[in-house]
Structures are given as C-alpha cells and as structure tokens.
C-alpha cells in the first residue's frame, strides 16, 4: 500500500491566498473562491496540488448550483470526490472524511431533483508555512 501525499507547505504569500480562498468559498463567492485558489493552484508543484484542483471543483460546483445548473455542479463533485480518493481521511488540517459525505449528500439531494444542498463550510487548521 502507497503512503499518502505528503502535506505541502505554504509560503506566507500562498498561506494568505489560501485562507482568502476558503473565505470566498464559506461566504458564498464561489466563482471568486475558485479564481483565488486556482492562482495558488498554478503555483503548486508534488502531490498536493489534485487535492488543491479538488478544492476548486468543489467551488465550481457550488458556482453552478447557484446559477440552476445541476448537471454541471453533479459532473465537478464527481470529478472532485475522484481527486480527494488519494488523500487520507485528515488531510491539510481539514476533515476531508466530512468533506466527502458532505459530498455525497449533495450529489444525492441532486439526483433526487432536489438541487442539491446548502454548500458546507470549509474549516482548516493553519496552513503550515515555508521556513
């Protein structure tokens, strides 16, 4: 069995994005979100950066939620559950064990016609920071 991705570390430039980004996303600029996170995204290198294209297919989906667009927001959780798959259940001080059922309940409320669900708030612990 792999061990899991190692962690990255942030410089404080990244670090701010980073929280500026899940700022967006837990006030409902999710359009905005993504545009921040995909700039730190761009920067990243190793095997954190498909947990970070994850992040941002979660605030894309909830971008097309937001506008009716049901089949959009189903195909990017979808595509970002996939992503997450590589990661352990606490990865980057987040609970991505939560995150995924908080997914998946989405993507149920969707494809019983319900329009999904309210977007979950994202809580991380403070990103580690480059020495």
Request: contains cysteine; glycine residues 10%.
């Amino acid at each position: 069995m792999s061990s899991p991705p190692k962690e990255p570390c942030l410089s404080g430039e990244e670090a701010r994005a980073f929280r500026e980004g899940v700022a967006q996303f837990n006030e409902g600029l999710f359009f905005e979100c993504h545009d921040t996170l995909e700039d730190l995204w761009a920067g990243l290198r190793g095997p954190s950066r498909d947990f970070f294209q994850g992040l941002i297919q979660v605030s894309v989906a909830f971008y097309h939620l937001s506008r009716g667009n049901e089949a959009g927001a189903e195909s990017l959780l979808r595509r970002a559950l996939r992503r997450f798959e590589a990661y352990p259940d606490r990865y980057f001080g987040f609970d991505l064990a939560a995150h995924r059922l908080e997914i998946e309940r989405c993507l149920d409320s969707i494809l019983r016609g319900e329009g999904g669900s309210a977007p979950p708030r994202w809580r991380f612990e403070e990103a580690p920071l480059r020495e």
